[in-house]
């Protein structure tokens, strides 16, 4: 199955080896009273969904490193709203990078 497909991200982030890693990296974070792993600002665990577990190398790139707690962050919503639209704006510019190469005008 093709990492990050819909059904494979479905079947990772639903399954109990990740809600198990997930869970444990999240309690050792906020044991330790880290701050948001991007911008640096305090997280808010008490409000739900306000903190979010992320790769630092994405699982696409990086499958062999999904549940290594060292590729393991934690950030708040709106830096993980920005990563992914980052990434995104990445993969866009790259296909039409690609896409100079193989039909330049």
């Known amino acids: 199955m093709k990492v ?5 991200k479905k079947l ?4 109990n080896e990740w809600v198990k890693a997930r ?8 044991a330790n009273g ?5 911008c640096g600002q305090p997280l808010r665990w008490e ?3 306000a903190v979010t577990v992320g790769h ?10 999904a549940l290594d707690p ?10 993980n709203s920005r990563r ?4 995104e704006r990445t993969r866009v510019e790259a296909s039409r990078s690609m896409q100079e190469v193989i039909d330049p005008r």
């Open 34 to 38: 880290k701050p948001c792993a991007y």
């Open 4 to 8: 990050n497909s819909k059904r494979e």
């Open 70 to 79: 060292d590729n393991l962050v934690c950030m708040c919503s709106p830096c």
């Open 84 to 87: 992914h639209f980052a990434q």
């Open 12 to 15: 990772f982030y639903g399954g």
């Open 47 to 49: 409000v739900k969904r």
């Open 56 to 65: 630092k190398v994405p699982r696409k790139l990086r499958p062999d490193m």
């Open 23 to 30: 869970t444990l990296f999240a309690a050792e974070w906020k």
